[in-house]
């Protein structure tokens, strides 16, 4: 008997071949679109990969932050400190930006990983707070009222306005690409095996010989550091921080928290759906104001309460579609006896 393991199915091939075709035609959008094409592309593609990152932590290493804020706010910052004072070309100060992120996240981690269940989820909340006002306190940063990138470090990014919109798209795609990429390799990976495990049962993972805290480490380090290089990208966009900004729960926590729930948790496909579904949404209803989240909440409540699955797991569940398979396929095949 032959065995063969398998992940890929045809209809992944396909999906693969789609979104390849997509990626290109997005990839010319500085072609076809506007100034505000390009940025409603960005914010897009920022929100997408924080949601990967937070669906990587609460859907398959079981953490649920709502403190992923801190990170945002730790990129968006170290943005500014390796410009403005460290004389950091911004590029490069973006990758930094993600690796102070993933410091930071050491100790962070260090503390928070001692909590449970929702005093977990608080925890992670309050060390968000905690880096907000220790922030505000910062005076060479603006203290409470922020800072903006001055314009010698703006024309470091590009010699134009049109050059630097265009630069900061690919980047903003990129780390888009990125994030969904590093999280389909990780769970296809022996890494993901042990996520997998721990998500089904953490006592049954330990007897099994997996390190329930290293496994969590590093999927928590690693979340860390590509939400601090997104943190970067954000800012590096607006020009403009505060730690009101840079920090804000609503922004970079509750709506992607949102985004991850309506498309799919836990599936790699459903913060694509949810973050689809969240633009459309913002792009309808954003001028109701205070409506506007309302919506957002019952919408987020109804579909915990009929498909807690999601958007997604609703049409992978009833027709068996998979764009980014990570479940392993044991393939027995029989072999013919060469003895006479």
């Known amino acids: 008997m032959k065995y063969r393991v398998t992940t890929a199915t045809r209809t992944s091939r396909v999906a693969g071949l789609v979104t390849l075709a997509v990626l290109v035609f997005v990839a010319l959008a500085p072609q076809w679109g506007t100034r505000a094409d390009l940025r409603l592309i960005v914010e897009f593609c920022y929100f997408l990969a924080l949601a990967q990152m937070w669906n990587l932590l ?17 990129g968006g910052y170290g943005l500014f400190v390796f410009t403005i004072y460290l004389g950091v070309s911004p590029l490069m100060a973006m990758l930094l930006s993600g690796i102070a992120a993933a410091i ?3 100790p962070t ?12 989820a608080i925890g992670t909340w309050v060390v968000a707070e905690v880096y907000r006002l220790s922030f505000a306190q910062v005076s060479a940063l603006g203290g409470g009222s ?29 780390v888009a690409v990125f994030a969904t990429g590093i999280v389909y390799w990780i769970l296809r990976s022996r890494h993901g095996l042990a996520l997998t495990a721990i998500r089904d049962s953490e006592p049954a993972s330990e007897s099994l010989g997996v390190n329930n805290f290293n496994a969590k480490l590093v999927i928590y380090v690693i979340a860390a550091a590509v939400t601090g290089f997104v943190g970067a990208l954000i800012f590096i966009q607006k ?61 987020a409540v109804v579909i915990m309460l009929k498909a807690p699955q999601g958007l997604w797991g609703l049409v992978a569940d009833r ?22």
Request: hydrophobic share 55%; aromatic share 14%; proline share 3%.
């Open 104 to 106: 930071f996240a050491l």
């Open 58 to 74: 609460a859907g398959y290493a079981g953490l649920v932050s709502v403190g992923q804020q801190a990170f945002v706010g730790l």
């Open 239 to 299: 020009l403009r921080i505060s730690p009101d900004a840079a920090f804000a729960l609503t922004d970079w926590t509750a709506y992607v928290i949102f985004i991850v729930v309506i498309g799919g948790i836990g599936r790699i496909e459903g913060p694509i759906i949810g973050t689809i579904v969240f633009f459309v949404l913002q792009e309808f209803l954003a001028e109701l104001g205070t409506w506007y989240l309302m919506i957002l909440g019952i919408m």
């Open 109 to 120: 981690a260090f503390v928070v990983f001692r909590l449970r269940g929702a005093y977990f």
């Open 319 to 340: 027709f068996g579609i998979q764009f980014f398979p990570v479940q392993r396929r044991l393939h027995v095949e029989a072999t013919r006896d060469k003895e006479a």
């Open 146 to 174: 922020g800072k903006s990138l001055p314009i010698s470090v703006i024309r470091s990014i590009a010699d134009s306005r049109a050059e630097r919109e265009v630069l900061i798209f690919y980047v903003g795609l990129a």
